[in-house]
């Protein structure tokens, strides 16, 4: 599975982006996603993660810091997960990763290039 993911851009504080993120590969189903963010001489952070399977359905989470602001979503049909981020600050600034891993796992096996975020005050 390769990972792939866009959307990045420059908006202005209280505005929205939506990223991307798009998978090769067969098993994206069962894989957990999730989105990290790394800014400007800080370490790489969660940010929010999304799973599904047939008896659960999707279950997601965020970390505090964008709860009520991010939504991550998953699209299995077209092998791609979402992150919608709304009323962005410019501490959001960062450059975001999605990424993946099996479930149970406590590594994520698999990471996405990057797509940079700038929110100006």
């Known amino acids: 599975v390769q990972l792939q993911a866009s959307g990045g851009g420059l908006v202005q504080a209280g505005g929205s982006l939506r990223l991307s993120c798009a998978a090769s590969?067969?098993?994206?189903?069962?894989?957990?996603m999730g989105w990290f963010r790394q800014a400007p001489g800080k370490e790489r952070e969660f940010v929010a993660t999304i799973t599904w399977n047939t008896r659960s359905g999707i279950s997601t989470y965020c970390a505090d810091s964008v709860k009520g602001r991010f939504t991550i979503s998953r699209d299995n049909a077209k092998n791609t997960v979402y992150l919608q981020m709304n009323s962005l600050k410019p501490e959001d600034t960062a450059v975001y990763y999605c990424?993946?891993?099996?479930?149970?796992?406590?590594?994520?096996?698999?990471w996405g290039q990057g797509t940079e975020v700038t929110v100006s005050s």
């Open positions: 590969g067969r098993t994206f189903s069962s894989l957990v």
């Open positions: 990424a993946a891993k099996e479930p149970g796992l406590a590594n994520w096996r698999l």
